[in-house]
């Protein structure tokens, strides 16, 4: 079969994209740009949070062209980024695209050609007749441009020096220095694409080298190098955010502590960090899962995550699990990191768009078991999961949001990407996190339904959780326990008996026994996650339904 395009006849395409569309609410205009910061922020020009809720899209490998482009036409792959509700594509280049004239002239179809790839030369031919002659460098471009149609933020990510598969400590490409890594290309390099992209809008940021690793790397280099790419990529576009990796395959960041970076300009810097469920020591299948969460969760604040409260950017630019959803360590792992993106609302890119390589590690037509797409660019490998980031691709937090009140808590699950919701004085549900209600986590540890003055009480085991006017029983508070900090748990007023919130299968929030506390590392307590986390997001619908003095038959879906 010469062309691998996907067999959905357009018109059905089209309308399945439209299905998707209200997942892509962020990314139905691109925000007042430039961006720039303000403390932990990324901010629009109107000095509103702009949260990066991306994708990687590999374009750095031995062809040196976007993936895909001979499964799908670079517009509908475009347009599906935005389709499934990303707002930005953290786009991967290798430096000699750049500095070998050479290559950046090639012809896409000689690249392919050169590699024996002729079945994806005749694929680009059917999807991307217009792209198959042009240079790589022009290629490249389109592929900008196309995201730029689609209203597609763009931050470019020098991945590698050389073309092909990132990363091993031994390839050449990790660190100053390295065979493949010569300071002063790399900077003739940062230099070009800023230049290059500085007119165009969508390009909002440079991340300057993905994951320095190996040998060779020291902390003095670091800052000697990374300082000299910053200011070489500002002097070329100012507009653009600037945005520095960390040590150890990008897992380190914790030598800022001592000695944070100096740079001649203010306002553009930002940090990224990655996180895999495979870097973090085989912990999440050999231990007790809440007892992995806080110990890993420990690991990456000490590594990165403190420069949040620092008052620092942090995008983590690389997180992504098995998309089969057959490996227990990555679904742990995944669980996890989407609690703490929740409560952090962090800035952060899946790896990876990607559904297939051209070619990688020698293998042609590469299957991605990490790509949001399928093998064949035609379907979202799970789309469940999908649905479960829809809450977290707009901002919780941050400055200008459009509320007219104090901030509150929403109580988020990461297991479903919801958030709980009140359907009666005696009913709660999962639901969308942008019609949550708004709940008070006091002081003496009371969730009280802001503006009516009632709070959550449990009545029983399996029972569903209520509310009251009496705050003061025991059942009606709500400790934090387990090393994760997700349960939510009480103690019944009759007996003592502690309880847990748990999310039932259809979405009910009952009590019950708490589960997989510690110890057993084949218990799932993942239907007991919850996280009580802050938002500054406008009510839907208003206070006037929460306050009134009963809740009535009120469900969330007659709110407006």
Not at 280 to 302: M, P, R, T, Y
Not at 399 to 425: A, T
Not at 525 to 537: A, R
Request: charged fraction near 15%.
């Amino acid at each position: 079969m010469a062309s691998s395009s996907c067999p959905t006849p357009l018109p059905l395409g089209l309308l399945l994209l439209l299905l998707l569309l209200p997942l892509a609410a962020a990314s139905a205009s691109l925000p007042p740009l430039p961006l720039s910061t303000a403390s932990r922020w990324v901010v629009g020009a109107d000095g509103r949070r702009v949260k990066l809720a991306c994708a990687n899209w590999a374009s750095h490998l031995e062809p040196a062209a976007a993936e895909g482009l001979s499964r799908r036409g670079v517009g509908d792959i475009a347009a599906r980024v935005a389709a499934m509700g990303f707002n930005c594509v953290r786009l991967t280049w290798p430096t000699y695209l750049a500095t070998n004239t050479t290559l950046a002239n090639l012809p896409l179809r000689w690249s392919l050609e050169r590699l024996g790839m002729w079945e994806s030369v005749a694929g680009v031919r059917v999807n991307n007749p217009g792209l198959l002659d042009l240079p790589l460098i022009d290629v490249f471009k389109e592929v900008v441009s196309a995201l730029a149609r689609n209203n597609i933020m763009v931050i470019l990510d020098n991945q590698m020096t050389t073309p092909g598969w990132c990363c091993s400590t031994t390839d050449g490409n990790g660190f100053f220095g390295d065979m493949y890594f010569d300071p002063e290309e790399w900077l003739n390099g940062l230099n070009t694409m800023a230049t290059m992209f500085r007119n165009k809008k969508n390009v909002v940021g440079m991340s300057l080298r993905n994951e320095l690793r190996g040998p060779y790397q020291n902390v003095s280099l670091w800052y000697r190098y990374m300082k000299q790419g910053a200011e070489v990529v500002h002097a070329a576009n100012p507009d653009v955010l600037v945005i520095l990796s960390g040590l150890d395959f990008d897992n380190t960041l914790n030598f800022l502590v001592p000695n944070q970076i100096h740079l001649s300009f203010t306002g553009k810097l930002v940090f990224e960090q990655h996180w895999y469920g495979f870097s973090d020591g085989g912990n999440w299948e050999s231990h007790n899962q809440n007892d992995a969460c806080g110990l890993v969760v420990g690991f990456i604040k000490n590594k990165g995550l403190f420069l949040l409260q620092q008052g620092w950017p942090l995008f983590f630019s690389e997180f992504g699990f098995d998309m089969s959803g057959t490996h227990t360590g990555d679904n742990r792992y995944l669980t996890c990191f989407l609690s703490v993106a929740a409560e952090m609302d962090l800035d952060w890119a899946i790896w990876a768009l990607q559904g297939s390589y051209y070619i990688r590690e020698g293998i042609l037509a590469y299957d991605e078991s990490y790509g949001l797409l399928s093998w064949d660019w035609c379907t979202a490998r799970n789309p469940s999961f999908i649905k479960r980031m829809n809450s977290l691709q707009s901002p919780f937090q941050g400055p200008g949001l459009p509320n007219s009140h104090e901030p509150y808590n929403v109580i988020f699950h990461p297991l479903s990407g919801l958030c709980v919701m009140v359907k009666s004085s005696v009913s709660l549900e999962l639901g969308p996190c942008d019609e949550s209600n708004a709940w008070n986590y006091t002081s003496t540890r009371e969730l009280v339904l802001q503006h009516t003055g009632q709070c959550l009480q449990a009545k029983s085991v399996g029972e569903n959780a209520k509310f009251g006017t009496d705050c003061s029983k025991s059942s009606s508070k709500w400790q934090l326990i387990s090393n994760s900090g997700m349960h939510v748990s009480t103690e019944l007023t009759k007996n003592g008996t502690r309880l847990c919130l748990d999310a039932s299968p259809d979405g009910t929030i009952k009590t019950n026994q708490c589960k997989c506390l510690t110890g057993d590392p084949n218990c799932n307590p993942e239907s007991q996650w919850f996280k009580i986390i802050l938002s500054s997001k406008d009510i839907p619908g208003g206070t006037s339904i929460l306050q009134l003095p009963s809740f009535g038959s009120w469900s969330p879906t007659s709110s407006s």
